[in-house]
């Protein structure tokens, strides 16, 4: 069989893969598009198919094929972009670009809050911030253990209450108590 009169039989069945189109898109434009590439695809690959084999069969899985990798294609292609013309907040922050202007409003606020606390309170904190044990705080401090356990709760918990525009309502310990 000739290129030409492969070409000639492709053609006549697209309107049947028109209508075999419809079935996949439910749009009119869409099938068109569709029934296109098919056509496209069968006859820039005639020599893949086996003459005296089903060309209509062939037709319709080179279509099913396109259809099914253009979804895909869709799919990803709109996971990955937001087509509104506005973008929402949780958006934002794929798109924004990230500086160290948060961090430091962060670093300053915690360093007002540590600054605000008594020195009974912020040393205490300070040390076992720093890795010191409570047994360690308490004999540098010449305090009972209870009293270092105390004092540092405080301080978390004065912290905590100057901090507040930071907390998120989720409960998890800052740190972990190891003694």
């Known amino acids: ?3 030409i009169e492969f070409n000639t ?3 006549h069945q697209a309107s049947s893969l028109k209508m075999y189109a419809l079935h996949f898109t439910h749009d009119a434009d869409d099938a068109n598009d569709l029934v296109q590439d098919t056509l496209l695809k069968a006859i820039t690959y005639y020599n893949k198919f086996k003459e005296g084999t089903n060309l209509k069969g062939w ?14 294609r869709f799919v990803k292609i709109s ?8 973008i929402s907040s949780a958006n934002l922050v794929f798109s924004s670009t990230k500086n160290q202007g948060e961090s430091k ?3 300053d606020d915690i360093k007002n809050a540590l ?12 040390m076992y911030f720093e890795g010191h044990k409570y047994h360690e705080i308490a004999d540098h401090l010449a305090i009972p253990i ?3 356990k105390t004092r540092i709760h405080v301080a978390r918990k004065l912290l905590k209450k100057n901090l507040k525009p930071y907390d998120n309502g989720v409960k998890k310990p800052i740190y972990a108590e190891a003694d």
């Open 115 to 126: 600054g605000k606390l008594p020195d009974e309170y912020y040393v205490p904190f300070s």
């Open 59 to 72: 037709l319709y899985t080179i279509m099913k094929n396109t259809f099914i990798n253009n979804y895909r």
């Open 105 to 107: 409003f962060i670093m």
């Open 9 to 11: 039989m492709v053609m």
């Open 1 to 3: 069989m000739t290129k």
């Open 79 to 86: 996971s990955f972009v937001t087509k509104s013309d506005e």
């Open 146 to 148: 209870g009293t270092v």
